[in-house]
């Protein structure tokens, strides 16, 4: 009778571990399958009788071998369980996801547990691989990180031109004025608008003012590094900061953009539109003393360039 019920206890035992909804994988100290169940054959393709006795890394060779190896060292020695989540490896078996055709995942995101499996005299001599499947989990958390990332984006970002908006460059200029007292590294600073502006949406509309303004972006993007911070800093005012740069080589990248907008041709129901803008550059000096000062100077200088015919470039004396 006793053996009767042991048997029906291993049959109870083995039917779980085959239709348990995780991956269960034994390998021994040598990297060889003992166990491989329902999961793991579903998945893989690979029946068990393919895979028993013969090398884990080997089957799978997505598996680094040193890695493998390393944590099956650290298991021997401290006797503990060990982990892996997806978001350290993606995956330790790269199983096709079979997730809806409107998910991203192209396979199975995978937490692993290792557990170090003793004979009687406590030494460690097998370990056992628990593979969760957290596609869901995993996808569902880049979903809401890309959610944060885009309206990170937006808060920072003026929706006409995609330059960064008012608020956040100025943040921008009061960290590089602070790197700047830091390094002593060389930044200029430009600011610009377009020459009357009024008039050309008086004259031809507020949609094709909006088409001025973004072209004029264009411009500056088109003229400027990754490195430099472009913004809209209000209407048709813009600025840029030039990092690393000197009051010279700021003045020739700001005759760079007139040029290109002045160069720039619009259409208005058949007739051509040119417009120009006026530039002031600054850079950092001991007369400067704070982030501010640096804009004020720079908007000193373009009030000059107004003042003085426009569609130039000017420099504040400081």
Not at 1 to 10: G, P, Q, V
Not at 31 to 46: A, C, D, I, R, Y
Not at 127 to 148: F, G, H, P, R, S
Request: hydrophobic letters at 40%; glycine letters at 4%; proline letters at 2%.
């Amino acid at each position: 009778m006793s053996t009767s019920i042991e048997l029906k206890d291993i049959h109870w035992l083995i039917d779980m571990v085959q239709n348990i909804d995780v991956g269960l994988v034994v390998i021994d100290l040598e990297m060889n399958v003992q166990v491989w169940n329902g999961f793991m054959e579903n998945h893989s393709g690979l029946l068990t009788g393919h895979v028993v006795d013969r090398k884990l890394n080997e089957l799978f060779t997505d598996i680094p071998k040193d890695w493998l190896q390393q944590k099956l060292d650290t298991i021997c020695v401290l006797k503990n369980k060990a982990f892996t989540t997806w978001e350290q490896r993606p995956y330790l078996f790269k199983f096709k996801s079979y997730r809806p055709i409107t998910s991203n995942a192209e396979f199975m995101y995978q937490n692993v547990t290792f557990l170090p499996l003793t004979d009687i005299t406590q030494k460690v001599t097998q370990v056992c691989m628990i593979i969760y499947d957290v596609t869901d989990v995993a996808l569902n958390k880049q979903v809401a990180t890309e959610a944060n990332l885009k309206l990170e984006h937006l808060s920072h970002t003026d929706f006409m031109t995609q330059l960064n908006n008012h608020g956040f460059w100025l943040e921008c200029c009061k960290q590089e004025y602070k790197r700047h007292t830091r390094t002593q590294q060389a930044t200029s600073l430009i600011m610009m608008d377009i020459d009357h502006f009024k008039n050309v949406n008086d004259t031809y509309g507020h949609p094709f003012g909006d088409q001025v303004i973004k072209k004029v972006a264009d411009c500056i993007r088109e003229n400027m590094r990754e490195t430099d911070i472009a913004g809209r800093y209000g209407g048709e005012e813009f600025t840029l900061i030039l990092i690393d740069t000197e009051l010279e080589n700021a003045k020739i990248v700001a005759d760079r953009i007139r040029k290109s907008i002045e160069n720039a041709t619009f259409n208005h129901e058949g007739t051509i539109v040119k417009v120009t803008s006026s530039f002031g550059v600054a850079h950092i000096t001991g007369n400067i003393p704070d982030y501010k000062s640096w804009v004020k100077t720079a908007d000193l200088g373009l009030y000059i360039a107004k003042d003085t015919g426009r569609n130039k470039i000017a420099v504040s004396p400081h």
